[in-house]
DNA sequence: CCTGTCTCTGACAACGTTGTCCAGGCTCTA
DNA sequence: TAGAGCCTGGACAACGTTGTCAGAGACAGG
């Protein structure tokens, strides 16, 4: 499952076991005897009967006061939480969910929490969770399918009452048991495979569409796309919109313009150079995604020529570059609060159906967008 | 504590309990009911019990399966194995962690996720739990104390084994009895308040010194110094690093040079507008964080005369903006990751005591930096 | 003084898992 | 063939909490 680097792996399900001359390991509790604090038992917290004890009253009186449920005289329960305050009671959430059956927590998996566009949908759903009493534990699946799984899977063992998942891989049936057990499930950013399921998207067609329609208003014909690996649904549905805009404008669009596969900066590079150089180079390119583009500015920057630009996903700092970077933006923070809320009406069992909502997009321009075909 | 929008709140505290008529709410394990899984209980997911009796085997066989533990025949083992499948069982690691004593997760608690420095920092750290087996829960603390402490204690009730906190308030006694009952605890970017902790932080002081070092070695004298509120230990270090540049260089500074508080755009570009106005403006700029350098880069941008500035933290596109822009870099996921392997060092008991690493900065030069005075 | 009601409190079971321990059946050897 | 030893499987307690229920006082009304 995961590797271990060190001698801490609680979850490892391998065996540590006696070896066959019948040591064992020295069990965990008997650690950090030095940190153990007075008048809790060797090694460990304090506990509601600890304090019962100490406070002279019953468990569950302890319980009444902590969950400050009425029916305690004022007595008592200055007595108990002198006891609480003495004995640096916390009480623990993980019995408490056993007990309850709601963990009072819901996992994001998203992609690369290190991408900018990651980082205020994360954000968002946190702001959400937290306005219903809920914690986020958050899971970057690397654009890998097998992790993915393994991290939403992980976060179901650990019973969240929700997921919010950014699809790596293209098949969820894996999920079904899990929504059949009453895990809330929406998807954001791209749409579950083979599954019926709540979904949170942009408008990447539409998006694309209109941001190549914008370069194509402003005279251009031979117009270049460098998007994300197809499999990807929002990389596919931008080409879409792009052929579309194309096709609608009655140009006929060549193979050498498109370049899909990894955005890593060697390869767009690469695509953009090559569809910059020969005879019929293209005058403008329309840009999949935010890496996309900004490995893209670097290449025009170089270039002898002006070359138009459009790119999906708004990026900082995009106003003050010569000329300004137009961009079709999506809402990050709006996909992930939505998103997170209907996660919640779920929970509430206020939403009816699986449902597909889609948030607009829009067109910002700034100059790279505007300028003219260079021929 | 947390607000409720909605009848969702699984850790509310307060007393939802029969009105005064007697009426109850309908329990909880009573929804749902289409949903549920033949063989599974009433609205609740099978247990290790539920695939025993289907597998016509006991209890501990059927953990001995899930964990991979040696004493089970394969044909045993298949008709498990096919139970499990069959009815969609996934431990509970809510009863596991119980039983275990360890959570296998750690927290993070940092002030904003949305801000591109915290998301490498994020995800270093969760790599490194990824590797000890571990999750990550996020939380941000809005650069409020309240809310961090509300944050960090109600992580360590969900008992995870570990903390890595970006400091908001300065007073950490709170976590004092937490520490003592076990949690490993590292402070990042800056250090714990009151209390000897393990702490991880970027030369603040140096940098900045550096960064100021630089300008006056250009030509310059006359500097500006914006930065965040001086109780945000980074911001006083950076402020401390300036004026020792200043000092050992000779030059007396004056107040109007230095604008620290909040780091909104509207309060940083008016003190950036006030410092480049009068008889005797500032040549250079020295600018505390990165959204302080993004918006002054802006107020730069329709400024007549060209202006020096370095900026602490490295902004994206940086490189293509005219002129480039010359930061004093720190490595965020570095920070990241020095602070949770330290984290996990402490649990594995590999670490001695509490101790203050310190990551060198980087300065870069691209050419905002190297303008000479526009006297 | 007894009875009924009300308030406060505590004993106990249950949540789902894992560790301990023991029993029964098997193989192997003397 | 009997005894020793191993392998497999299961009964049971424990982890720390909460829900249920019933008991113990207090107090008022008859």
Chains 1, 2 share one sequence.
Request: proline residues 6%; contains cysteine.
């Amino acid at each position: 499952m995961l590797d271990a680097t060190s001698s801490y792996n609680p979850m490892d399900s391998r065996i540590p076991v006696a070896d066959r001359t019948g040591h064992r390991t020295v069990p965990e509790t008997t650690r950090r005897t030095e940190r153990r604090l007075p008048g809790t038992r060797y090694g460990n917290r304090p506990t509601m009967k600890d304090v019962a004890a100490r406070a002279g009253v019953g468990l569950k009186t302890v319980s009444r006061v902590v969950n400050g449920e009425p029916g305690v005289t004022p007595e008592t329960e200055r007595r108990v939480q002198e006891a609480i305050e003495a004995l640096g009671f916390r009480r623990n959430d993980s019995a408490r969910v056993l007990r309850k059956g709601r963990t009072a927590s819901i996992g994001l998996v998203l992609e690369d929490l290190a991408d900018p566009f990651y980082g205020p949908l994360s954000r968002a759903v946190e702001e959400v969770a937290r306005a219903h009493g809920a914690l986020l534990i958050n899971g970057s699946s690397a654009e890998d399918a097998d992790r993915e799984q393994e991290l939403v899977l992980a976060l179901c063992a650990r019973r969240v009452d929700g997921l919010v998942v950014i699809p790596a891989g293209d098949d969820h049936r894996y999920l079904e048991p899990e929504i059949k057990a009453g895990v809330a499930t929406v998807f954001v950013d791209r749409p579950a495979g083979h599954i019926d399921a709540d979904v949170v998207v942009s408008d990447n067609f539409g998006g694309a569409r209109d941001g190549v329609g914008h370069l194509i208003a402003h005279g251009h014909r031979r117009i270049g796309f460098i998007g994300d690996m197809p499999r990807i649904h929002t990389a596919a549905e931008r080409l879409r919109g792009y052929r579309t805009a194309m096709e609608d404008a009655g140009i006929p669009v060549e193979d050498a313009w498109m370049s899909l596969g990894v955005t890593d900066p060697e390869r767009v590079g690469r695509a953009a150079r090559e569809m910059l150089s020969g005879p019929e180079p293209v005058t403008a390119i329309f840009t999949g995604n935010n890496r996309v583009t900004v490995t893209v500015i670097r290449v025009l920057a170089g270039h002898p020529r002006p070359v138009a630009l459009v790119g999906f996903d708004d990026i900082e700092l995009a106003d003050l570059l010569q000329p300004g970077v137009t961009v079709v933006a999506q809402d990050a923070a709006a996909l992930g609060r939505t998103a997170a809320e209907r996660l919640f009406r779920q929970l509430d069992g206020t939403l009816l159906g699986p449902e597909r909502v889609e948030l607009p997009t829009r067109l910002i321009t700034r100059g790279s967008g505007e300028l003219p075909p260079a021929d």
